[in-house]
Each structure stands twice: as C-alpha cells, then as structure tokens.
C-alpha cells in the first residue's frame, strides 16, 4: 500500500491500489483514505474522518478548513 498525507488534516494515511498492491488478494488490506472528485471540479486525498466531518456537499474550501482532533476524529475550523 502506498502512504500518503490526507489533504485535510495531514495525518498518514495508506492508499489502496496501484502497482503496490498487485499481490493482495482480500487479505483485509483497506486504505484509510480515498480520492474524492467534488462539485467544483478539485479532488483531494481525505482520510476516513475528514470525509465524516465535511458537509454533504463540498468544496475545496470546506477542505481547507478540516483539521486533525485526534487519531479517529476531524471537525472543520471556524470560519
């Protein structure tokens, strides 16, 4: 698996697929973030939490504003 930082709080995170993961057959071997392509056309790598904690709709400024609590929560800054 790939390592990566997540676009929102910074934390590492692991990134399934690609040339990395060729020899993993279902061997419990999920990522902790994934790319998202939102409504205004930008596409950043979120971990888990961060994609808990922005709103059901979006931008790359909501983005912007997540921040790391602690190592299984996010929440947005203050605007």
Known sequence: MAR???????RTVTVTGGIANVWTFGDGSDGTAITLELADGSEHL???PCIEAI??????????RLEQVD????RLRAA
């Not at 990566?4 to 910074?10: F, K």
């Not at 709103?55 to 912007?64: G, I, K, M, R, W």
């Not at 190592?71 to 996010?74: F, I, K, L, V």
């Open 55 to 64: 709103p059901d709709d979006p931008t790359a400024e909501s983005v912007a």
């Open 71 to 74: 190592e299984e929560t996010s």
């Open 46 to 48: 979120l971990c888990y």
């Open 4 to 10: 990566d930082s997540c676009d929102g709080c910074g």
